[in-house]
């Protein structure tokens, strides 16, 4: 409550004489909360992010980046570092999630890509951190801390240490090999907002300079809502075609684009199973728990598809053996 009092005070001050309000509009898995400022004649949105946290200057350069690029994003209206509170246009109620349906997808993900496309033509290596080796690893070692010994209870033998820290740097070294472009990092149905135009893109904060098919898992990989391999198949070669057309760095011949996106989605599933976990232990939100299996069921389809992901698919399988959790 003290800091919706302040975020009260600081909109008092902007708007003197204005009648307006406050209620809750999201919160998503880090210390960030969004409210919805209510006037007699329009909307906007608060970002809450306490500065002991969270950081709004990646928030303001990447809005910045994405506007450029021609996409649709949350305008920065003020800001307020010191309190870390900024003043953002509202996009609207509905999230890709809430109106997705199998007569609509072909069109919101046809949208979806074209905006995608946009911003990785707009990509810069010098406007955005890298999305390093170094990086890339943590991530991926979340799996073994937080889901397979902290939730699971789970404790590795010495043959799949090994056998799992070798396969990881498999993974590392695809996931580095691939063109590098503006990327997201949660390019998914919870951050898609239907606008106009649209989509409407949000959280978009923590992007970076990397993998050009992380942002596609994200997006046809969701860990919130499941499609036929076959649909999926067909959006995400309708995705390198336009990519194709447009100049972008995509493989000539899809099955090698096809590859580089599956180990991409290793390596970011088992970085979201590891972040699941940890939100559900250490942040007390255990909602998420409930979209696990789907995680792990990309991540299992992934290494059955190839010879050198087999040793984490016997990791999967003994640790299934291993427990009961759910």
Not at 28 to 36: E, N, T, W
Not at 99 to 110: I, K, M, P, Q
Not at 160 to 184: D, E, G, M
Not at 268 to 286: C, E, M, P, T
Request: glycine share 4%; charged share 25%.
């Amino acid at each position: 409550m003290k800091r919706q009092q302040q975020i009260k005070v600081w909109l008092q001050d902007r708007f003197p004489d204005t009648l307006f309000k406050i209620s809750p509009a999201s919160a998503d898995a880090s210390f960030r909360r969004y409210f919805r400022v209510t006037f007699a004649d329009r909307t906007l949105i608060v970002m809450d992010a306490p500065p002991q946290h969270e950081d709004c200057r990646p928030f303001i350069h990447v809005a910045k980046l994405f506007n450029a690029a021609g996409v649709h994003v949350p305008q920065v209206l003020a800001q307020n570092l010191e309190q870390g509170f900024l003043l953002l246009t509202d996009l609207g109620t509905a999230t890709y999630l809430q109106t997705l349906n199998s007569d609509n997808a072909r069109e919101l993900y046809g949208n979806a890509t074209d905006a995608l496309i946009n911003i990785q033509q707009a990509s810069q290596e010098c406007e955005l951190p890298p999305y390093d080796s170094e990086l890339l690893m943590r991530e991926m070692q979340l799996f073994q801390e937080w889901y397979i010994e902290k939730y699971l209870d789970a404790t590795l033998n010495e043959q799949q240490v090994v056998a799992l820290k070798t396969t990881l740097q498999h993974i590392l070294k695809n996931n580095l090999a691939q063109p590098r472009v503006f990327v997201h990092r949660d390019y998914h149905s919870r951050n898609l907002m239907i606008s106009e135009p649209g989509p409407g893109i949000l959280d978009f904060q923590d992007a970076l300079y990397g993998p050009i098919t992380y942002d596609l898992v994200s997006l046809f990989k969701d860990a919130y809502i499941r499609w036929e391999e076959g649909e999926i198949l067909d959006w995400l070669i309708r995705y390198w075609e336009k990519a194709r057309r447009s100049g972008l760095p995509v493989h000539n011949v899809f099955a090698d684009f096809f590859r580089d996106y599956e180990w991409m989605g290793v390596q970011r599933h088992l970085k979201v199973a590891g972040i699941f976990a940890r939100l559900h232990l250490r942040d007390n939100k255990s909602d998420y728990l409930k979209d696990l299996p789907l995680v792990l069921n990309y991540l299992r389809c992934a290494c059955e598809r190839y010879t050198d992901l087999r040793p984490l698919l016997h990791i999967l399988d003994d640790l299934d053996k291993r427990t009961t959790r759910p």
